[in-house]
């Protein structure tokens, strides 16, 4: 039988990491020895105190059976509470919060929750492709807002033009930012808040890395008055406990669209395992045990990336939080053909520019979730490149 797929899955292009795995795997098999800064996957095991905790947790029967939709209410809870410790955000756990099997899984349902077939939602670019694939997902459009580096990497909001507005439903934001790494100021949420009241759009704010900063502490989007009235706020635990394995998020915020994913979800899956939300809870209870051995880690990686690619002579957008390094090529070099020649000529995966949109042309970005002998090593073959 012919097996027709979908136009939906039909008409996208083939996911970049897949097609960049296969290209490691091969040089792999030849026995070269890679470096892989490709994927932003902590290589730092999981606190001990949380593994204890899923431990305990998986021996108590009534965890292996069906969890709630909306997760437990204890660990929703717990998320309330981190939220009024961490950014002084009173939030009810049964209003405002729902878990989510990883913050990904939130991000793709929610256009399914807010977007009817023809309308739009406003998605960064660069950015994480989950935006716009979702959209797409959903039977609505995305429309691109450039991140230039120019305005610090967030986006103009005021070049949107009004016929857009008018079938925008919701709005994507990220900060701390995957891929440039950059943090949004005051002003813009500010701004991003009142143009999202003005024109009857929900800002769907994917704070994945609130909790991997350098210096300046992000604050949640939350914090800003008027914020609940209009968005919700994406979390995942992967980042910043490094769970990207165990799959645990939430979603928090307006209590309307929080319900509204919440619906979907109750059609699509069943919820995170509860041996895992346990595990969740203890390590939102003492989030900030071993956080900050694990941000100077990251801190100290991203400088010394940053000063080696420095002192070879190109440009590096100045991290000051996540584990990405974001920067420019090399001799204005097209993004794809410089990471074909990192990974051909020295056994280098990094993420071209382009993979997180069009505006991402003539950037790359690197991971720095390898210790530091392997980045300087990445430094040195860089150095010998012939471009
Ligand atoms: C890693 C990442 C996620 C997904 O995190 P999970 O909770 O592991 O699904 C979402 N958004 C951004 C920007 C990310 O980088």
Redesign the pocket.
């Known amino acids: 039988m012919n097996i027709e797929w979908s136009d939906r899955i039909k008409n996208l292009p083939p996911y970049l990491f897949a097609e960049i795995d296969a290209k490691k795997d091969a040089l792999l098999a030849k026995g070269v020895d890679v470096i892989d800064l490709g994927v932003?996957d902590p290589d730092i095991p999981t606190p001990i105190r949380i593994i204890n905790a899923l431990h305990q947790s998986s021996l108590n029967p009534d965890n292996h059976r069906y969890p709630s939709y909306a997760g437990m209410m204890s660990f929703r809870d717990e998320v309330a509470t981190w939220y009024k410790k961490r950014f002084d955000v009173s939030l009810e756990g049964k209003k405002n919060v729902i878990a989510?099997?990883?913050?990904?899984?939130g991000?793709a349902h929610a256009p399914l929750a807010f977007i009817n077939p023809g309308d739009i939602a406003l998605v960064p670019d660069p950015?994480?492709p989950?935006y716009s694939v979702a959209t797409e997902f959903a039977g609505g459009t995305p429309y691109t807002m450039p991140l230039l580096e120019s305005n610090g990497f967030m986006p103009d909001l005021d070049i949107i033009p009004e016929d857009v507005l008018k079938k925008t439903k919701i709005m994507f934001l990220?900060y701390p930012?995957?891929p440039t790494s950059a943090f949004a100021t005051d002003e813009f949420f500010k701004k991003a808040i009142d143009f999202a009241s003005r024109n009857n759009i929900l800002i769907c704010h994917?704070a994945?890395?609130t909790e991997v900063y350098f210096d300046e502490k992000p604050k949640s989007f939350l914090e800003y008055d008027g914020a609940i009235d209009v968005g919700i706020e994406?979390h995942?635990?992967?980042?910043t406990f490094s769970?990207?394995g165990w799959?645990?998020?939430h979603v928090a915020g307006n209590e309307s669209a929080v319900a509204a994913i919440g619906k979907i979800k109750t059609n699509i899956d069943s919820g995170a395992f509860q041996a895992v939300q346990e595990a969740g809870i203890e390590a939102l209870r003492n989030y900030r045990d071993e956080l900050q051995d694990r941000i100077n880690i990251y801190k100290k990686r991203s400088q010394l990336l940053s000063l080696g690619l420095q002192s070879i002579g190109i440009e590096v957008y100045e991290p000051k939080g996540t584990f990405y390094v974001w920067f420019k090529n090399p001799n204005g070099i097209l993004s794809k053909d410089f990471a074909n020649s990192l990974l051909e000529d020295a056994g280098i995966v990094m993420t071209p520019g382009t993979g997180f949109g069009e505006y991402g042309e003539g950037y790359t970005r690197a991971s720095v979730t390898l210790n530091d002998k392997r980045l300087e090593e990445a430094v040195e073959r860089i150095k010998k490149l012939t471009i």
């Open positions: 932003g989510l099997i990883g913050s990904k899984e991000v950015g994480y989950v990220n930012n995957n994917d994945a890395y994406f995942s635990l992967s980042k769970m990207t799959r645990l998020g």
